[in-house]
């Protein structure tokens, strides 16, 4: 790194670009406004202007010649006035939708085909109508998939059609993002549902009873055990822990394919099992009573009978909440514990989740945030990048990821990242609950 003055600016690059755009899509997450706004505020230092496009790419995929992209309605300009103070607010200042305009495009032959890229074809062409020179995206997984397409797309354009370049940068309270460690609003997340954790742990104490609390994290279980270890909780499930003894499999129709495949299950009777255990190991000790976390991705692993007539969505994923799991789980150990024990015991299943997507981020959240924002501009207008991600490594260093390390170019999915049972996380969560041989 080249010598500067300690209190020196970073030198401007030499670029062309005269606007670029910034979307949010999926669901919210503390510190959104900290990347929207840093990041806005280092393209416009550098003389760029920022469209904000509002709510996703919802408006984007309704652009037409007869219904072209308005201000206040489609988009916003991102400019000292929108941009005051809001690096700390809460929200999303853009707003979100699930609008997803690669959704119909799963394989890279269907790049080809006119029909499925069409969605994919006016969100290109309206972002064009605004004049944008690069595309920064901000989401979840599903969004990551559709930047990729959108690269992909804009790779299969004639010679000379104008390209933009799109960077994006990861967002999940999940914690489950392939290629960086921790991202941004999963703190924040944590110590709120480590606050109502921690609120349930005083009653259960106070009635001698059990909570079962569902949280989110429908692929892997950070989000579950980081709340967990930070609130005392009792145990904590999550879908790494189904091995062994928990796990079981069985034949059913994908509701994907519409083939029968073989999947692994929850062996319920087992689990429930080992949570009585650790409540009469608690007995034992004097404590009758605690909190039991489970993360919501265990509904997947539920029984096929137990799934009938749940409600799915477009990835064939089942509605968590109709299976409201805590509740699920509350009646089979309270029937459990009594049958081994003789006694009832109040137990009570809840679910946690949607009231720490807005909560007012932490501080290491906003820093997190504020330098994804930065390094998104930095990959467009410094690296002259294309089809990556921003990610951090060691003390908020700036790295960035390829898509093609982090999405499955077979099926352009992209890829999960799991607690990897034994490490030390996961056996922190082991070391603090209560003991069972």
């Known amino acids: 790194m080249a010598e500067s003055a300690p209190l020196s600016h970073p030198a401007k690059k030499e670029h062309n670009f005269k606007k670029v755009a910034i979307l949010f899509s999926g669901g919210p997450a503390p510190a959104a406004n900290a990347v929207i706004s840093t990041c806005a505020a280092s393209f416009r230092k550098s003389g760029i202007e920022v469209v904000g496009v509002l709510h996703g790419y919802r408006h984007l995929m309704e652009y037409s010649a007869d219904n072209p992209m308005q201000e206040g309605r489609?988009?916003?300009m991102l400019n000292d006035t929108t941009l005051k103070r809001t690096r700390n607010q809460r929200g999303i200042i853009i707003g979100t939708a699930r609008a997803n305009p690669g959704k119909l495009i799963q394989a890279?032959?269907?790049?080809?085909?006119?029909?499925?890229t069409a969605p994919m074809k006016t969100a290109y062409e309206a972002l064009c109508s605004l004049g944008a020179d690069a595309l920064i995206s901000i989401g979840g997984d599903d969004t990551l998939k559709t930047a990729n397409k959108f690269k992909l797309y804009q790779d299969t354009l004639p010679a000379g059609s104008k390209k933009l370049?799109?960077?994006?940068v990861p967002k999940t309270i999940d914690n489950d993002y392939?290629?960086?460690?921790?991202?941004?609003?999963f703190f924040t997340a944590v110590e709120v549902l480590g606050g109502e954790l921690r609120n349930l742990l005083a009653?259960?104490?106070?009635?001698?009873?059990?909570?079962?609390a569902e949280c989110m994290g429908r692929s892997a279980g950070w989000l579950a055990y980081g709340?967990?270890?930070s609130s005392e909780a009792s145990l904590v499930v999550s879908v790494e822990d189904i091995e062994g003894n928990l796990a079981g499999t069985e034949e059913w129709t994908s509701p994907k394919t519409g083939q029968i495949e073989s999947r692994k299950i929850m062996n319920i009777e087992a689990l429930v099992g080992r949570i009585v255990k650790t409540m009469r190991a608690r007995d034992a000790g004097g404590k009758r009573f605690g909190t039991i976390v489970m993360a919501e991705g265990l509904a997947e692993m539920m029984p096929a009978s137990q799934l009938e007539g749940i409600p799915r969505d477009d990835h064939g994923h089942i509605s968590v909440a109709h299976v409201d799991l805590g509740k699920q789980f509350a009646k089979?150990?309270?029937?459990?514990?009594k049958a081994q024990t003789g006694n009832a015991r109040k137990i009570t299943g809840l679910q946690l989740g949607y009231e720490s997507r807005c909560a007012p981020p932490t501080a290491f959240d906003v820093m997190l945030g504020s330098q994804l924002g930065v390094g998104a501009f930095r990959a467009i207008v410094e690296q002259g990048l294309n089809g990556v991600m921003v990610s951090?490594?060691?003390?908020?260093?700036?790295?960035y990821v390829p898509f093609e390390e982090l999405v499955n170019p077979a099926d352009l999915v992209t890829k999960v990242r799991f607690i990897e049972t034994g490490c030390d996380f996961h056996q922190l969560a082991r070391f603090l609950e209560t003991h069972v041989d």
């Open 165 to 168: 370049p799109v960077v994006h």
């Open 203 to 212: 009653d259960a104490e106070a009635s001698e009873s059990y909570f079962v």
């Open 108 to 116: 890279p032959a269907d790049l080809q085909d006119a029909d499925k």
């Open 74 to 76: 489609d988009f916003i």
């Open 227 to 229: 709340a967990a270890i």
């Open 332 to 337: 089979l150990i309270a029937a459990e514990y």
């Open 178 to 185: 392939h290629g960086i460690d921790f991202t941004f609003g």
């Open 392 to 399: 951090i490594v060691g003390q908020l260093e700036l790295h």
